[in-house]
């Protein structure tokens, strides 16, 4: 790695992503471990490193069991989302909870939702997504399976699986699964006109699987099929060690005066774009421009797949007003040689514009091998989704869909219950435990 990238990050972590086999270690090497040297201070969980993951979350707070899978009343996640102070919130209950087109929304700070709590297999949510518009922020190992609800082509069913969005901020979603958008799946977002102080920042996005955003599907513009987008005047946004599968486009996009890293993802099949900095001029028409995105792309690894365009670059833009860091990457094409780094409209930057103090990346060579191993909710007990996906990646296959129908549909599991001991104290090292059990 070009040593510019670390002048002035202040003491390295290491980020111990190892190359792997397809199964997981005994001892999970997925997680963001601390050096000895490394910034002391609360992290969100143990190992963890990026914007926001200082954050104390629900520490000290509240224990709220869930323990029905409706999608509203007592004992649901979103009874659990609503109550008031500092919480973190466990699962008696694994399954699939249907949100019937009723999207949650967490306002409330100071919350750590531990889906490694939940018996196997786990809490999966399906035809609803979930608007994070608060601070303190930790998800972990929670899955979103949102799709078209049975809604028509182009009926304006526009839906994000999952957004962090106005004023939201110290957020850290970790370990998760989004798939089947019709709008976004994860997003970072905000009221952009605003300016920074009224959109999303200090968010990091790791060891996620952000797949098959629907291409074909219910909104209003047609095709879509979009993986995150960290819009305009959003900043400091970690993108680390997640699998980008089969969408489109913005895997990730960063708009005007975004700032951020994209380091050690694997990008599978993108469409017409893979990484995209820049903004649209015509967006801002009688508005004061708030400047161009810089962002840090470090340790990533794009490989075609069958809907890929031709001439695809790793980071491109498509405006002409994109500033990009790039070192260590892997762009390969369908026959295995080496595709653009970057393309027209993007300028490469001689040194990172930004960094996380603690970030050391996995060299690009290894990311494949261990994102397949280790992104997404509980790896060790994925869902019949997530391992078609990463079995598919293996074997070089799969594609773009415009209905989950096309590939099975809506998950239905029988709800399992278990009863969960919560220790009087030591929650964090009980939580960081069952997270271990299921990385």
Not at 24 to 43: E, F, I, K, Q, Y
Request: hydrophobic share 40%; charged share 20%; net charge neutral.
């Amino acid at each position: 790695m070009n040593k510019s990238i670390l002048a002035g990050t202040g003491a390295l972590a290491l980020f111990a992503l190892v190359a792997c086999s397809s199964a997981p270690s005994a001892t999970p090497t997925n997680v963001l471990t601390l050096a000895d040297d490394a910034p002391v201070g609360p992290r969100a969980f143990p190992g963890a490193v990026g914007y926001g993951s200082e954050t104390v979350a629900g520490r000290g707070g509240r224990v709220i069991k869930v323990t029905s899978l409706a999608s509203e009343g007592p004992g649901t996640l979103r009874a659990a989302l609503e109550v008031r102070g500092p919480r973190v919130i466990v699962f008696e209950v694994g399954g699939v909870i249907d949100l019937d087109k009723k999207d949650l929304a967490l306002r409330e700070p100071f919350v750590t939702i531990a889906g490694q709590t939940a018996p196997s297999p786990g809490i999966t949510l399906i035809r609803g997504g979930m608007y994070i518009g608060t601070h303190d922020v930790i998800m972990r190992h929670v899955r979103f399976r949102i799709g078209d609800a049975g809604a028509a082509r182009k009926s304006g069913f526009e839906r994000d699986v999952s957004i962090v969005g106005k004023n939201a901020y110290n957020v850290v979603v970790d370990h998760c699964s989004f798939a089947w958008g019709t709008d976004e799946n994860l997003s970072v977002s905000g009221e952009r006109y605003d300016g920074p102080a009224g959109t999303a920042r200090h968010v990091t996005l790791s060891n996620n699987i952000i797949a098959q955003g629907l291409y074909d599907g219910p909104h209003t513009k047609g095709r879509h099929s979009m993986g995150t987008l960290i819009h305009d005047n959003v900043q400091e946004v970690a993108v680390i060690g997640n699998l980008y599968a089969h969408n489109n486009d913005r895997n990730p996009w960063f708009k005007a005066n975004g700032t951020g890293v994209v380091v050690n993802n694997f990008i599978y099949n993108p469409g017409t774009w893979a990484v995209r900095v820049g903004y649209n001029p015509k967006e801002w028409e009688g508005r004061t421009l708030p400047g161009a995105p810089s962002i840090s792309v470090v340790g990533n690894v794009l490989q075609y797949g069958v809907n890929t365009a031709g001439n695809v670059a790793l980071v491109g833009s498509g405006f002409n007003n994109g500033n990009a860091y790039v070192d260590d990457n892997i762009a390969l094409d369908r026959n295995g040689r080496a595709a653009a780094q970057t393309g027209p409209g993007v300028t490469r930057l001689q040194s990172a514009p930004s960094w996380v103090a603690g970030l050391s990346p996995l060299p690009a060579s290894a990311v494949r091998e261990a994102v397949l191993a280790h992104a997404g909710a509980r790896p060790r007990d994925r869902d019949t989704v997530d391992a078609r996906l990463v079995a598919d990646i293996r074997a070089g296959k799969g594609a773009r869909i415009d209905s989950q129908d096309e590939v099975g549909g809506y998950p239905t599991v029988a709800p399992v219950v278990r009863r969960l001991d919560v220790p009087v104290t030591g929650v964090d090292e009980w939580l960081a435990r069952l997270a271990r059990e299921v990385e």
